[in-house]
């Protein structure tokens, strides 16, 4: 799977490991920072996964924050992008299941790197379930046209 990763300062260590673990399993990768634990402005790196992700040229994201939120409310701002926070992997099942999130925000402050790891396998292995949730997702759609109109 093509999965885009960012961080922010608060996300790095978390990032780095998760990018290496994911690129042994044999996704591709590719990493848009940052690449320190200097401090920085999580939107500059949520908005370039997002883009990435929106524009097919990934088929996932994965953010990672000091809780996953901040990545979240900057990543939705694109359209075409259903980005979730999550800490538990009932919430990754249903927010793929239910909602097609194609990308996972996670909280550095609240995750160490196997418990990621885990949300991270319920994310790339569980299908969106369509039915009533296309309908759904439809209606979403519909809004981010009107909201660029």
Known sequence: MRIAIAADHAGFA???SLRRRLADAGHQ????GTHST???DYPDFAQPVAREVAGGRSDRGILVCSTGIGM??????VAGVRAAPAESEDEVRLTREHNDA???TLGARYLDEERALALIRVFLD????GGRHARRLGKIEALEESRSR
């Open 14 to 16: 978390l990032k780095e």
């Open 126 to 129: 569980t299908a969106f379930t």
């Open 102 to 104: 194609n990308v996972l």
């Open 38 to 40: 200097e401090s920085c």
């Open 29 to 32: 990768v590719t990493d848009f």
């Open 72 to 77: 979240a409310i900057a990543a939705n701002k």
